[in-house]
Each structure stands twice: as structure tokens, then as C-alpha cells.
């Protein structure tokens, strides 16, 4: 095993040791700002699935324009 | 050095997944709401306009259901249709299905979609998965897609060929703070078939020819691979009102690269009325087999004088407005809402000139210039 790699197992293993100390540090009651319709990604989606389309058809450039969305846990 | 600190990234990263299951979280399927919508694009001699319809409801607890369908109406011709052909007209019909099922924190979704017009069709499918964790403030998402087209050609009934498209999707999207939330997303596309546009030609320098150029039909690879990746950042600001910035980065296998950045501002007025405003950047490279002028006849394997694959950038300012309405007598429960979006697009082409100019020596004409005013008018129904 090369120095290289016993660096890197070490590292890895330090910074999972660690992963106890990471929680989520915006709670729920905390997302009230996030909740907000105005804050949503794709407000509208019919605008924008032609918003897409105009773009799609006169860029070369596609995709990745979408989000995962939710992600804020409110409700 | 640069190996460890790559690693210490991407062990950060597994740390915050391996908290993933102990997280609680769970997800929400999207609201209830229908949408009736009048599109209209126009610009460059070219008019594009129609309606267009989104419902989406659920079916229990666990399941929603979309649909989508669209019609836009092509009538003129575009610069480039008019230095070689006539004006046309054509419709093109769009009909999406969408099922979303909520399982636990996550949601697995399914999506069917056709276009269909007189000379090409596309059907696709996509499935994927968004999963809420970390306490809901991760959502990470995957999602794959296969697509089928086929091309024809008016006038042409000889003429036919098929386009495969495959893509694939990863998303993250994370609160950072109480008013500040980002999304990462990156998407390969991966296209096989005639890929060119049947109606489109490449010009060549023609002394025999009277305008001194003539013209030969396009040649694209019949392969592209690309690769996009996009950032977006909105935050909540100290008053009532959210602003966005969205950037990507696009490359393919033709060798085109493209950035654009767009920022977005939604401001509410009052209980009733809520402006928005945009301005968005989007600049590319040409493709490597793009020429507006090539020396002569099939002076390479492949020629592109698409506009679209030559060198640009375009700017889009848009405001917009939306107006609740109040609710109706008979159902109670349902907000109706007015909105009306408009955007106004300049386009810049860099090499790409207007042959429609006379006068002027081969190769010298202008460039080309548009702008494009695209309006959306429609209405919403959350219930």
C-alpha cells in the first residue's frame, strides 16, 4: 500500500469518525421563509416547459434546466 | 495535495449520504392545480403561437397524476427558410402523462410524452426517483429517459429516418439556511441518428452561380453526446421577496460550449398582485463543422449552416405579473390566479450572415440580428 492511499484511508476514515457531529441545521419550524410559494423552483410549470422549448429550439445548449425539487421539507 | 483534498470532498459527501437513512424527513407530492395557457412566440419573420393545458391531481394519498398537452401553430419563415425556401405553415401537437407515487421520503415518477407534426414524430419515456433526506434538507434526485423519433420530409415521401435519444439526470438540491436554497443539476444526453434538419443547406462559394455562392444540403455526425450542468441559488431577502441565479455550463461531442446566467426577481405587492422581473445571458461557441460560407462543394465530411450551431450570444429581459383572484362562491377551496409573462429576446450571431441583403460581395453581408418577443398568458387553478 503507497503512501498515497494510506493518506487517503486515513482521511476517510477521520471524516466519517466525524459524521456524528453533522446534523440537519435548519429545522422544520425553522423553513417558514422556505415555504413560501415565491421561493418555489418552477413556480409555474407550464411557463416554464415553454420557456424550455423556446430556449430548446434556438440554443444549441439543453438540459439540466429542471430541478430535483422539494428539498425544504415543508408542509 | 490536490488528490486529498478531492478526497476529503468526497468523503464529506458520503458522510452527509450515510446520515441519509436515520434522517427524518418526508416528502411532499406537488399541489393539486390546473393551468389554461395562450403561448406566443414571434420573431425573425417567424410567428409561433397556441394553447396549451397542465392538470395535475392527486389519487389518494400516495399518488399523482399529470398531464399536459400543448399545440403550437409555426406559420412565415426564418431567415435562413428564406434565402432557400417559401414561407410554411405547420402545427405540432404535444401530449405529456405524468404519475408520481409517494413512497416514504421519496417519490418514483413515470412520464410518457409525444410530439407529433406532418413531418416528425417523437415519443419518449423517463422514470426517476427523488428522495427527501437529511432532515429534509437534501432532496437528491436520478432520472433516466429514452426517446424515439422519426424524421421525414415534406414533399419527400421517400425520405425517412430515425433519431434515438437516451438521457440521464442527477440532481441535488440542499437548504442551506432558513432563506437560502441551491440545486445542483447535470444531465448527459446521448443522441444517435440523422440529427440534422432535413430543410436545411449549407452554402458554397460558386462562380458559375450568378449570386457567386450556391448550396448543398447539411451533413451532421449522426452521433452527439453532451453534457450539462447547471447551478441555482435563491434566497429569501430581508422583506418579502425571493431572488434567484441560475447558471450552466453546456458542452458536446461537436464541440460546442455554452454558459448562460440568468437572474430572477419575485417581488409580491400585496395579497393580490406579484411582479417578477429577469434578465437572462446566454452566449455559445459554433460546432466544429459549422462555416457560413464553406470554399466550395462538400469541402468537408460534415457542413452545418444552422444558425443554431453557429456562434452566438442572446440577452432576455422579462417581467411578469400575477393576479390572485378571489376565491369562487361555489368552491370554496380553489384559488384562482391570472399571470402574464413576457420576454424579450436579442439574439447576436457572430458568424452567421444575412444573405437576404442584396448588393453586397459573397461573404461580406451583415450579420445576422433578431429580437423575439415571447409572451405567455395563462390561468391557474391551485385547489
Redesign the interface.
Known sequence: MNK?TS??LL??LA??S??AS???????Y??D??A?P??A?G?????L???AH??D??????????????????? | MA??AA??VV??A???L??LSG?V????L?QDRA?V?Y?A?QGGGVTIDGP?V?L?KKAGQSVSLSA?Y?IDTVSGASVDVQATASAYTETRHEKRLGIDYLAGNS?ISANYAQSDENDYNAKSVSFGI?H?T????????LEAGLGDDKVGRNGDDSFSEAVKRS?Y?F?????????W?A?L???V?LDEGYLNNPYRSVRYRDANDPRGYAYQREVYPRTRN?L???L?N?V?LPY???LSVNT?H?Q?S?D?R?F?IELEY?H?LSQYW?LEGKVRW?S?SQ?DFYRDLFDFASQQNFLARDK??SEFN?LTLGVGASYHLSSFGFWPDARPEL?L?W?HIR?NYKNFRNLTVAGVDVGLEPLYQLDAN?I?A?F?LYF
Not at chain 2, 437529511?134 to 434526485?141: A, C, K, W
Open positions: 498515497l493518506i487517503s482521511t476517510l471524516t466519517l466525524g459524521c453533522v446534523e440537519p441545521w435548519v429545522k422544520p425553522e423553513r421563509k422556505l413560501d415565491i421561493m423552483f413556480r409555474h410549470p407550464v411557463a416547459q415553454h420557456v423556446v430556449q429550439s434556438r440554443e444549441a445548449a439543453k438540459g439540466a434546466n429542471g430541478s430535483g425539487g422539494g428539498g425544504c421539507g415543508c408542509n | 488528490v486529498e478526497v476529503v468523503t464529506r458520503l458522510c452527509i450515510l446520515l434522517a424527513s418526508a416528502a411532499v406537488p393551468d395557457m403561448h412566440y396549451a397542465m395535475r399536459y400543448y417519490i427523488a427527501d437529511f432532515g429534509g434538507m437534501t432532496t437528491l434526485s438521457n439526470k440532481g441535488w438540491t440542499q437548504v442551506l439556511t432558513s432563506s436554497i440545486a443539476n447535470m444531465q444526453d453532451a450539462a450542468v447547471s441555482v435563491k429569501y418579502r421577496a425571493a450552466r453546456y458536446d461537436w460546442i455554452a448562460d419575485v409580491p406579484t446566454y455559445q460546432a443554431e450551431l442572446n399571470n409573462q420576454d439574439f415571447v405567455r395563462f391557474s
